[in-house]
T-cell receptor, first 108, second 116 residues
Framework: AQRVTQPEKLLSVFKGAPVELKCNYSYSGSPELFWYVQYSRQRLQLLLRHISRESIKGFTADLNKGETSFHLKKPFAQEEDSAMYYCALKPYGQNFVFGPGTRLSVLP | DAEITQSPRHKIIETGRQVTLACHQTWNHNNMFWYRQDLGHGLRLIHYSYGVHDTNKGEVSDGYSVSRSNTEDLPLTLESAASSQTSVYFC???????????????FGPGTRLLVL
């Protein structure tokens, strides 16, 4: 069965420090992976998707099929990055499977 | 601008009561979804619809029902609310391509439900 794990429920870093939010998945097919973000009192929104190989708000994520991981990284965290982050897997032709989420807190 | 809205935004009800949460989208998307968001569980799919008169059960559908009579709306009904259904509920929609739901989901603002 498809599954997404995010081992950290809460991650606290200081402003300017690097941040890495971990995501691992289990899926036998070719995965499509995404990161969604929910800022305080806002709706969930797409942050980035692996097929685009893009950098959004300084965040990047690389798909590692060998380790079945899709970790989200940013070299220098900002206070406005504080939010709930969800890793999501979309199996082909099926609905999304979301991870449990990691709350990132960037301290001043 | 196209959008997706939910109402009410907050609701408190007594155990055993029926309640319906509304979801309305103006994206003209075929696909609509209901999730519940709980600490430690993330987003879990309750029900979903790929078009008018189509409804399907998700991972946690027990105690919930939906109906899709038009493209814009997918109301979620709790027939007899239980305290375990206290949660934040999100509606989402997405486009279809060749019958398959596409990658970007657009989420509503959420409904915070408290069952006492």
């Amino acid at each position: 069965a498809q599954r997404v794990t995010q081992p950290e429920k809460l991650l606290s870093v200081f402003k300017g420090a690097p941040v890495e939010l971990k995501c691992n998945y289990s899926y036998s097919g070719s995965p499509e992976l995404f990161w969604y973000v929910q800022y305080s009192r806002q709706r969930l929104q797409l942050l980035l998707r692996h097929i685009s190989r893009e950098s959004i708000k300084g965040f990047t994520a690389d798909l590692n099929k060998g380790e079945t991981s899709f970790h989200l990284k940013k070299p220098f965290a900002q206070e406005e990055d504080s939010a709930m982050y969800y890793c999501a897997l979309k199996p082909y032709g099926q609905n999304f499977v979301f991870g449990p989420g990691t709350r990132l807190s960037v301290l001043p | 601008d196209a959008e997706i809205t939910q109402s009410p935004r907050h609701k408190i009800i007594e155990t055993g009561r029926q309640v319906t949460l509304a979801c309305h989208q103006t994206w003209n998307h075929n696909n609509m979804f209901w999730y519940r968001q709980d600490l430690g569980h993330g987003l879990r799919l309750i029900h979903y619809s790929y078009g008018v008169h189509d409804t399907n059960k998700g991972e946690v559908s027990d105690g919930y029902s939906v109906s899709r009579s038009n493209t814009e709306d997918l109301p979620l009904t709790l027939e007899s609310a239980a305290s375990s259904q206290t949660s934040v509920y999100f509606c989402a929609s997405s486009e279809s391509l060749q019958g398959a739901p596409q990658e970007t989901q657009y989420f509503g603002p959420g409904t915070r439900l408290l069952v006492l």
